[in-house]
């Protein structure tokens, strides 16, 4: 059989990596040059860049004024382990988990932290657990959008608003995209490198006015490192919360945040934001349907994904394959891809059934995703031909 046609378009944007995402629109090193390098992030301009990075996150947001904002060390990682080493212990822990991210927070708190009071609600790949089982008495700790599954939560209906525990949620590869109801959360956590396609360097960690009361009033048994501590004789650290940071902060990276946060507030705010990743969905959504290879993991349209879209391959030719030659086919499929320049970094997660994975978030353009479905289905043709041809 002679191969399919190469598609005569590609897209102008090859980015479709869910972490580090694509740079917004429009963006070159140029957006960096304001940047305040080789000057101390104490300095009064270096401090207003970083409390500036706070002011435009809350205002885009609509995180509630009684809510504080920290820049905080490690990323989104950093921000979370700040939060589960320094509120744990003081109750019991619901965890609920249905992927790779999600099962490292239960490793940290099972394994590391030790709560023995833990319940665990877990779920496979492409399923949520029952968010329903809270139990508000008790903290909850959760990502808000599962990154490798592609499953997220869809709204915080399960959350008691007189709830006596705190909820701690994940919403690195939510944030900027979904809408998060700030009224459920007391800690919420995200990096620069996901919807707004900043670098990657410092998290950002937000507290509700009860996480900051959990903080000033117990006192966790384990040792915490000096990157963890928001506590200083009983009192919470208020500078952390105006952009003092804890350590040293790339003012690189700060500038690329704002320069994220200024273009956000340049096309429409959160709500621009978050439309452009849900038609970006729609645009796969139709794809998919259409492409006669290609499903959602997750099966149910209402915990879909508009930022981490994970796809599965759904071909009987497919199903037939051992699970060695299973994972080599999405694997085939974005180094072709790769190789043709038109889709980086599309194979799914290592932890995640073998499968696909393109980002969709708000930085994403809906043509370059239009460009890339017929590049997607030359790609598996291509590699289900050579692969057949092998047996
Ligand atoms: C849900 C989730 N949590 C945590 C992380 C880790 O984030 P970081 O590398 O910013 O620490 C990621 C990264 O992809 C993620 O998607």
Avoid at 35 to 56: F, M, N, Q, T, Y
Avoid at 73 to 100: H, I
Avoid at 238 to 267: H, K, Q, Y
Avoid at 307 to 331: E, G, M, N, Q, Y
Wanted: net charge negative.
């Amino acid at each position: 059989m002679s191969p399919a046609p190469k598609p005569a378009v590609r897209p102008a944007n090859p980015c479709f990596s869910s972490g580090p995402c694509a740079k917004r629109p429009g963006w070159s090193v140029a957006a960096l040059e304001p940047a305040l390098v080789g000057r101390s992030h104490r300095s009064k301009p270096g401090k207003a860049r970083l409390a500036e990075v706070i002011d435009r996150s809350r205002a885009i947001l609509g995180i509630p004024a009684a809510y504080r904002i920290a820049i905080v060390p490690a990323s989104d990682t950093g921000a979370v382990e700040m939060a589960l080493w320094s509120l744990l212990g003081a109750r019991g822990v619901d965890m609920f988990t249905w992927e790779s991210f999600g099962a490292g927070w239960l490793t940290d708190i099972a394994k590391q932290l030790k709560l023995e009071d833990l319940r665990t609600f877990e779920a496979p790949y492409g399923e949520l657990p029952d968010l329903a089982a809270y139990d508000g008495a008790r903290d909850a700790v959760f990502t808000w959008n599962g990154t490798t599954s592609g499953v997220r939560v869809p709204d915080g209906n399960w959350i008691p608003a007189d709830r006596k525990g705190l909820t701690i949620c994940d919403a690195t590869s939510a944030v900027f995209a979904m809408d998060l109801p700030w009224d459920k959360l007391d800690v919420v956590t995200w990096s620069w490198q996901k919807a707004m396609g900043g670098e990657a360097a410092h998290g950002m960690l937000v507290l509700s006015p009860r996480a900051v009361e959990r903080l000033e009033s117990y006192t966790p048994p384990w040792p915490l490192p000096k990157i963890f501590r928001m506590i200083s004789g009983g009192k919470l650290i208020e500078g952390l919360f105006r952009g003092e940071t804890i350590n040293t902060p790339s003012m690189l990276c700060v500038e690329d945040a704002l320069d994220g946060l200024a273009w956000a507030d340049s096309i429409g705010g959160l709500k621009t934001l978050i439309a452009r990743a849900d038609a970006n969905l729609a645009a796969i959504a139709r794809w998919v349907a259409r492409s006669g290879w290609a499903a959602f993991l997750a099966a149910d349209p209402a915990i879909r994904s508009s930022t981490s879209v994970c796809l599965k391959i759904a071909d009987p030719w497919f199903d037939r394959l051992d699970d060695k030659a299973k994972a080599a086919v999405p694997k085939a499929i974005a180094q072709r891809l790769e190789d043709e320049g038109v889709a980086y970094d599309i194979d799914a997660y290592r932890d995640a059934p073998p499968g696909l994975r393109i980002w969709a978030g708000s930085t994403v353009e809906t043509a370059d995703l239009e460009a890339l479905f017929p590049w997607l289905d030359w790609a598996y043709a291509a590699v289900k031909d050579a692969a057949s041809a092998k047996v």
